[in-house]
Nanobody, 122 residues
Framework: QVQLVESGGGLVQAGGSLRLSCAASGRTVSRYAMAWFRQAPGKEREFVVGIRWTDGITHYADSVKGRFTVSRDTAKNTVYLQMNSLKPEDTAVYYC???????????????WGRGTQVTVSS
């Protein structure tokens, strides 16, 4: 069992930055890949970025490449999402997920946090 808790969301103006955190707990956390997804009202949950605990390999969605950076702190079992140059279309609830492999399909991730709201004003 893996528990995930997101934090760091908020309201920011377009062009601004936010850093999200996802604290993971559970005896087998290191087995999993981690990911950030987001979901805007009326839309499906969308893949943002994934990272593997073991080697730090990452995979980004095209929509965030060059603006968002994912990192992990293995000592703290925490994954971070640094979001720069934010746009109004980045507004969504951001969810942290854990799964056995990085995939863009939300249906293939095993564990989810409750999410944190990110709102970007124009």
């Amino acid at each position: 069992q893996v528990q995930l808790v997101e934090s760091g969301g908020g309201l920011v103006q377009a062009g601004g930055s936010l850093r999200l955190s996802c604290a993971a707990s559970g005896r087998t956390v290191s087995r999993y890949a981690m990911a950030w997804f987001r979901q805007a009202p009326g839309k499906e949950r969308e893949f943002v970025v994934g990272i593997r605990w073991t080697d730090g390999i990452t995979h980004y969605a095209d929509s965030v490449k060059g603006r968002f950076t994912v990192s992990r702190d293995t000592a703290k079992n925490t994954v971070y999402l640094q979001m720069n140059s934010l746009k109004p279309e980045d507004t969504a609830v951001y969810y942290c997920g854990a799964g056995l492999a990085i995939t863009s399909s939300p249906h293939l991730w095993d564990y989810w946090g409750r999410g944190t709201q990110v709102t970007v004003s124009s």
